[in-house]
C-alpha cells in the first residue's frame, strides 16, 4: 500500500467514526430506534451508544500504533518538558470537567431507571463551563496537538479528530438548544463555542 494511503485511511476512519457518534448522539435517532425496538429501549441506549463508540474507535486507535507512519516532528528538550507539563494540565483539566457533569448519566447508568435523565439534568454552566461551552473538547484538542512524537499517520488521526470536535458541537448544541432552550440560547451568546475569548 502506497505510504499516503495509512494516513488516508485513518482519516477516513475517523471521519467515519465522528458522523456515526454524532448520529447516534441525535434524538431523532434515538426516537427512531424506540419506534422499531420499543420504549424499554430508552433505559438502555445511552449505554448502547456509549458502548459502540467505545468499540469502534478502539481499531481506529491502534491504527497509528500499527500502520507504517514517516515522523514529521519530534519536540525537542527542554520544549519537551513544557510540552509534556501543559498535556499534563489538560489531562487534569479533561478529569476536572468530568467532575462537573452527572457522570452517571452521561454514562447512561442514570437511565436505567430514568429514561429521561438526559433531558431532566441541569444545565452545567460552572467550573470549566464558565470559560467554553465545550471544555472536553478544547482540552481533547490541546492534548492531541501537544503530542510530542508526530508522524504522518497520527497527525492524520489529529486532523480528523479536531474537524470532529468543531463540527460535532453543531448537532450537539441543536440538541442542548431542544432540552434547555433559552437558557441555552443565552448561554451561547455569554460563553464562547470552544475558543477562549472567541465566540464563533
Not at 441525535?26 to 426516537?31: C, D, M, R, T, V
Not at 429501549?41 to 500502520?67: K, N
Not at 486532523?159 to 463540527?167: E, M, N, P, Q, R
Amino acid at each position: 500500500m502506497d505510504s499516503i494511503a495509512f494516513p488516508i485511511v485513518v482519516f477516513i476512519s475517523m471521519a467515519a467514526w465522528g458522523f456515526l457518534h454524532s448520529w447516534m448522539a441525535s434524538f431523532a435517532n434515538k426516537k427512531l430506534a424506540r419506534r422499531y425496538f420499543g420504549e424499554k429501549l430508552s433505559r438502555y441506549y445511552r449505554l448502547i451508544f456509549i458502548a459502540v463508540a467505545g468499540l469502534t474507535l478502539f481499531p481506529i486507535l491502534a491504527m497509528p500504533l500499527f500502520f507504517p507512519a514517516k515522523v514529521l516532528w519530534r519536540i525537542p528538550p527542554p520544549w519537551l518538558i513544557v510540552t509534556i507539563a501543559l498535556q499534563l494540565l489538560a489531562l487534569v483539566a479533561i478529569l476536572v470537567t468530568f467532575l462537573q457533569i452527572d457522570l452517571m448519566a452521561f454514562i447512561g447508568f442514570r437511565q436505567l431507571t430514568n429514561p429521561d435523565a438526559e433531558r431532566e439534568n441541569r444545565l452545567v454552566i460552572r467550573g470549566m463551563y464558565r470559560f467554553v461551552r465545550h471544555p472536553l473538547y478544547l482540552f481533547s484538542i490541546i492534548l492531541l496537538w501537544l503530542i510530542p512524537w508526530m508522524t504522518d499517520v497520527l497527525l492524520a488521526f489529529v486532523i480528523a479528530s479536531t474537524l470532529y470536535f468543531i463540527i460535532g458541537t453543531i448537532p450537539e448544541e441543536r440538541k442542548l438548544l431542544d432540552i434547555y432552550g433559552d437558557q441555552y440560547r443565552r448561554y451561547q451568546e455569554q460563553v464562547p463555542r470552544i475558543i477562549p475569548g472567541i465566540n464563533i
